[in-house]
């Protein structure tokens, strides 16, 4: 019986590659949307893979929801939280709404889907958590005050659960994509990603979704069982940690 893995935000951009990637790799996976579901509908019906809708920054609805994943797919040996949302303004122009909604999606939202499964995870003493922050996690960014702290934030909660996790058999580490050609990053208009975003990135390039799928892929297998608490940094040279 193949590990059941759960992606956030699993059916587009990195996290339609990751939930690709790791379906190819032999996980029977769960692509997790919040709310296009047109998308989702064809990702499903492009790979075979099961969307189940619900928005991470809301903790019942992640626990009915991962209750279900579980009921119907099996217990969650793989949590990959990816789902993340942007809500850009200079700081002195940011609102209180702007700033909730980021902190509540992209940091709270990895509690709130870890917490539920967690106790699974050290019952069966095993599981892997991976968390995909941000390089402007590490490095901070204008205009993304709440996106950066969340990004940060996630580390943070990274290292800490890792050393809770590893006695149990749990690995918990982070990913922090640099420039990746999604579709939304791909929308920018050519001249600026040619002027000013590429010539920052040393390997002269955007990255792929599926370079950040691979080390998905790493990091969920059994041969990644002494890492933990890491932070593979995936940016093509341009952010060194």
């Known amino acids: ?17 990751i939930s690709v990637a790791l379906k190819a790799a032999g996980y029977t996976v769960a692509a997790n949307y919040a709310g296009n579901d047109e998308a989702a509908a064809q990702f499903t019906a492009k790979t075979g893979i099961k969307a189940y809708k619900w928005s991470v920054a809301d ?29 850009d303004a200079m700081f002195h122009k940011m609102t209180p709404q702007q700033w909730k909604e980021v902190i509540d ?3 709270s939202g990895v509690f709130n889907m870890t917490h ?3 106790g699974g995870m050290r019952d069966r003493k095993f599981g892997r958590v991976i968390n995909i922050s941000s390089i ?19 580390l943070g909660m990274t290292k800490a659960l890792a050393q809770e996790g590893a006695r149990a058999g749990i690995t918990v580490n982070a990913i922090c994509p640099g420039y990746i050609g999604t579709e939304m990053v791909r929308a920018i208009d050519e001249k600026v990603l040619k002027e000013r975003i590429i010539p920052q990135i040393p390997v ?18 059994d041969d990644a069982g002494f890492i933990t608490g890491s932070t593979i940094s995936a940016n093509g040279g341009q952010y060194f940690v």
């Open 204 to 221: 002269g390039r955007l990255g792929e979704p599926e370079e950040i799928a691979r080390c998905v892929v790493f990091l969920a297998s």
């Open 116 to 118: 539920p499964i967690w």
């Open 136 to 154: 402007n996690g590490q490095k901070g960014q204008a205009g993304q005050a709440n996106y950066s702290a969340a990004k940060a934030g996630d």
């Open 59 to 87: 903790y019942d609805a992640c626990t009915a929801g991962l209750a279900k994943v579980e009921a119907e797919l099996g217990p969650i040996a793989v949590l990959v939280n990816n789902a993340g949302i942007t809500r």
């Open 105 to 107: 999606t992209n940091l």
């Open 1 to 17: 019986m193949s590990k059941v893995a759960v992606v956030t935000g699993g059916t587009r951009g990195i996290g339609a590659a």
